[in-house]
């Protein structure tokens, strides 16, 4: 099984070979480095939701993301200054990693009947809400990746 940030860091590298080839090494450099924050943001939320900590709450855990996120984008595009179309086109194909990672944990699901989980095609008519979005919904949501992550 391919795990979320396995996936995000092969699509980062071959969205930095594919700059090298298409223009030249800074280029490449601004998307690792975009591939890089969203890869970063994977571990954070691995990390997080590792099993010996209990699940945290979705909203400070997606607080923390888009801080870190905002962050490395300002350091890489002020101080650094990375070229913005890679460094954003490494950024967005990474983030579909994430999205095509879980994708593939919902396919293997094994949630038993009556689950408090929505079903997986439910999830994957994303983004036509199909199940109504409720903080019980989200609860369920964070355990269910949190016990995909750390498997």
Same mark, same amino acid.
């Given at each position: 099984m391919i795990t979320v940030a396995a996936s995000q860091a092969a699509l980062t590298g071959a969205t930095t070979l594919l700059a090298w080839s298409l223009a030249d090494g800074a280029? %490449?450099? %601004?998307?690792?480095?975009?591939?890089?924050? %969203?890869? @970063?943001?994977g571990l954070l939320l691995a990390w997080r939701l590792r099993p010996s900590r209990p699940v945290?709450?979705?909203?400070? /855990? %997606?607080?923390?993301?888009?801080?870190? @996120?905002?962050?490395?984008?300002?350091?890489? /595009?002020g101080p650094l200054h990375v070229s913005p179309p890679p460094l954003l086109a490494g950024f967005a194909i990474a983030q579909l990693g994430h999205v095509a990672g879980c994708r593939a944990c919902l396919a293997d699901t094994d949630e038993p009947e009556g689950?408090?989980?929505?079903?997986?095609?439910? /999830?994957?008519?994303?983004p036509r809400p199909q199940w109504p979005l409720t903080g019980a919904t989200v609860r369920a949501c964070v355990k269910y990746f949190a016990r995909r992550y750390n498997s």
């Open positions: 280029a %490449a450099q %601004a998307a690792a480095l975009g591939g890089g924050i %969203a890869v @970063t943001n945290p709450l979705p909203l400070p /855990l %997606a607080v923390e993301r888009l801080i870190l @996120t905002v962050a490395a984008f300002a350091v890489s /595009l689950s408090s989980m929505p079903s997986p095609g439910a /999830l994957r008519a994303w």
